[in-house]
């Protein structure tokens, strides 16, 4: 398995991470059998929050795992807070920030988390609290590195200024073969259509300028959670040449969708979100292909982008 190094963090890890959003619907046993196939691909980073199952994702992965210390040393382990489950709010005050990673260093049985995020943007937040409580979390070693979620560029400025020396490591972003416009825009500045509106503010370019990993969610997905598109019939002319290119590399389609993230050059580190063993096999495998220029845009096109 491939590595890369997260941000400005230094810490190296596998260009792919495990995301385990949907471990609160496993048992134990078939939690275990995901983690263990995970860990013998080289995936030993996990990506959680404190809203997953309302914890008990968190619960489970711990249970499965059989967290101790030899454990711990062998994973990196990501988590994030700031939604309020049942409230429709979010929450990025001192006090919550504190309270949610000391609830997910419980559920999880460690004492650290290697990343702490912000869980989407809190409009409400002031960044000298959210300063304050990373400050709390750094200097108790309880979290050693920190990120953010669904920011622009202006949200993650201003929060660094108040951060000092403290980098924002991480930008989780939605990031899929039908929900690319993070790239899209940019292929049509200064064009009079739609796909030329910027609706993040730069984000992918202030990334790669900030040295701020990019980490793709959903990368199956298409919508807001709507479905996945792949083997999906209302979405043929993707289907087509992500088999074309399966059939070409010898992989499976869920390999391709992975190797078009890893191929960009931002090198943003796609979430899995599978609790197939099979298919995440399947998705470690495209650290080992690299796709061509013409086979990353023809993939682009068949999502229905017109290149200009």
Same mark, same amino acid.
């Given at each position: 398995?491939?590595?890369?190094?997260?941000?400005?963090?230094?810490?190296?890890?596998?260009?792919?991470?495990?995301?385990?959003?949907?471990?609160?619907?496993?048992?134990?046993?078939?939690?275990?059998?995901?983690? @263990? #196939?995970?860990?013998?691909?080289?995936?030993?980073?996990?990506?959680?929050?404190?809203?997953?199952?309302?914890?008990?994702?968190?619960?489970?992965?711990?249970?499965?795992?059989?967290?101790? @210390?030899?454990?711990?040393?062998?994973?990196f382990l990501q988590s994030k807070c700031g939604i309020c489950p049942g409230k429709t709010m979010f929450d990025f005050s001192k006090e919550h920030i504190i309270e949610s990673t000391e609830g997910c260093l419980k559920r999880l049985k460690t004492d650290y988390l290697d990343f702490l995020l912000l869980h989407r943007p809190d409009t409400l937040y002031e960044p000298e609290e959210v300063a304050e409580a990373f400050a709390i979390l750094k200097e108790s070693g309880k979290v050693r590195h920190f990120g953010v979620s669904n920011q622009n560029p202006m949200q993650m400025r201003l929060l660094q200024k108040y951060l000092g020396d403290e980098?924002?490591?991480?930008?989780?972003?939605?990031?899929?073969? =039908? @929900?690319?416009?993070?790239?899209?825009?940019?292929?049509?500045? +200064?064009?009079?259509?739609?796909?030329?509106?910027?609706?993040?503010?730069?984000?992918?370019?202030?990334?790669?300028?900030?040295?701020?990993?990019?980490?793709?969610?959903?990368?199956?997905?298409?919508?807001?959670?709507?479905?996945?598109?792949?083997?999906?019939? @209302?979405?043929?002319?993707?289907?087509?040449?992500?088999?074309?290119?399966?059939?070409?590399?010898?992989? #499976?389609?869920?390999?391709?969708?992975?190797?078009?993230?890893?191929?960009?050059?931002?090198?943003?580190?796609?979430?899995?979100?599978?609790?197939?063993?099979?298919?995440?096999?399947?998705?470690?495998?495209?650290?080992?292909?690299?796709? =061509?220029?013409?086979?990353?845009?023809?993939?682009?096109?068949?999502?229905? +982008?017109?290149?200009?």
């Open positions: 398995m491939k590595t890369m190094v997260l941000g400005k963090s230094g810490v190296e890890v596998p260009v792919i991470a495990v995301g385990c959003m949907r471990m609160a619907d496993k048992t134990v046993d078939e939690a275990k059998a995901l983690i @263990d #196939t995970a860990m013998g691909a080289g995936l030993n980073f996990f990506d959680h929050a404190d809203l997953y199952g309302g914890g008990k994702s968190e619960e489970i992965f711990s249970q499965a795992i059989g967290m101790n @210390d030899g454990v711990r040393e062998k994973i980098p924002i490591c991480i930008d989780q972003l939605q990031f899929s073969i =039908t @929900d690319c416009h993070i790239v899209k825009q940019g292929l049509y500045v +200064n064009m009079r259509e739609d796909n030329a509106i910027d609706r993040d503010g730069g984000v992918l370019e202030y990334c790669r300028y900030e040295d701020i990993t990019i980490q793709a969610w959903s990368p199956f997905q298409y919508g807001f959670f709507e479905g996945v598109y792949v083997d999906n019939p @209302d979405f043929p002319e993707i289907n087509a040449k992500l088999q074309e290119l399966a059939d070409k590399y010898g992989v #499976t389609k869920s390999t391709i969708v992975i190797a078009w993230i890893l191929r960009h050059p931002a090198k943003m580190q796609p979430l899995t979100g599978t609790m197939n063993p099979k298919r995440l096999l399947e998705c470690a495998a495209a650290s080992d292909i690299t796709l =061509t220029r013409q086979e990353w845009y023809d993939i682009f096109s068949s999502a229905g +982008n017109v290149i200009p």
